[in-house]
């Protein structure tokens, strides 16, 4: 740090000095003075974008993210090809809730490097919040032809196929992601949704018990679980199951419900 600060009292103009000096002091935690320091980096020269992507990248770990948009914009001006800033302003934009917008940037950065693993399966998330499950999955397929051991995109892959018309796939894609993380809630969940839509009631109780082993205060899954017992004539384990439903939550009408029925 002592270094460059002698380097830019004798060479002022110095950005290349500004710049590393505000890298060391981020290293070091002091976000302030870095942020100073490569805003003046930047100053001096306008047209490096490696230092208007470190600028970026100083002001979203500190939370400003308006302004790291700013950063990251100009640093992707000046260098379209920067898949870590498109990266970067993906994440701010989703983080933002503007889906739109981070599609196109992991689209860009996918386009980049298309053997990352990342903008794939992140627009294969994106997609499935938006309800556009036929290119979620061509999405999180992407993604799984680049790691086939991802649990999470085998999951997404799955619910995506299932939610796109495709049950049988779907359903045999998600046993797959169980299989390749047996502690992934979301692929439990979805899983069992999946075979109970297909009145797969016998193979769907494993699975809502499977995600209640992981998260036994989830109230939604004990409400289906019991609705199945109830159809499977499991009557005293439906009565379980709508009791803790209805511990989790004292106002849940479909618990109370539930166990009168049961």
């Known amino acids: 740090i002592e270094a460059y600060r002698k380097t830019i009292a004798l060479a002022p103009n110095s950005a290349s000095a500004y710049n590393n000096l505000g890298l060391v002091l981020q290293q070091k935690g002091n976000k302030a003075e870095s942020i100073t320091a490569l805003r003046k980096a930047v100053e001096l020269n306008p ?11 100083a002001l979203k770990n500190n939370g400003e993210a308006s302004a790291a948009g700013v950063a990251f914009a100009k640093c992707l001006a000046l260098d379209p090809k920067r898949y870590d800033a498109h990266m970067a302003v993906a994440e701010l934009q989703s ?32 997609y499935s919040r938006m ?27 799955g619910w995506a196929l299932f939610k796109s018309g495709k049950p049988n796939e779907g359903i045999t894609t998600l046993r797959q992601a169980t299989a390749k993380d047996p502690m ?79």
Request: hydrophobic share 45%; charged share 15%; proline share 4%.
């Open 47 to 57: 047209k490096e974008a490696q230092y208007a992507y470190n600028l970026g990248f």
């Open 95 to 126: 983080s933002a809730g503007k889906d739109a917008e981070a599609l196109e940037h992991y689209k860009a950065a996918a386009a980049i490097k298309p053997n990352e693993f990342s903008p794939l399966y992140n627009q294969g998330v994106i």
């Open 131 to 157: 309800a556009q499950f036929g290119n979620a999955a061509t999405a999180f397929e992407a993604a799984v032809k680049v790691n086939p051991d991802d649990a999470e995109a085998l999951g997404g892959l």
């Open 184 to 262: 992934l809630l979301s692929a439990w969940l979805n899983l069992a949704t999946a075979l109970t839509a297909q009145e797969q009631y016998t193979d769907a109780v494993p699975a809502w018990e499977a995600a209640l082993r992981i998260k036994p205060n989830h109230l939604a899954a004990n409400i289906n679980l019991g609705n199945l017992y109830i159809r499977t004539g499991s009557y005293e384990k439906a009565v379980s199951a709508y009791q803790a439903a209805a511990n989790i939550d004292p106002k849940s009408a479909d618990a109370h419900y539930g166990a009168g029925l049961a």
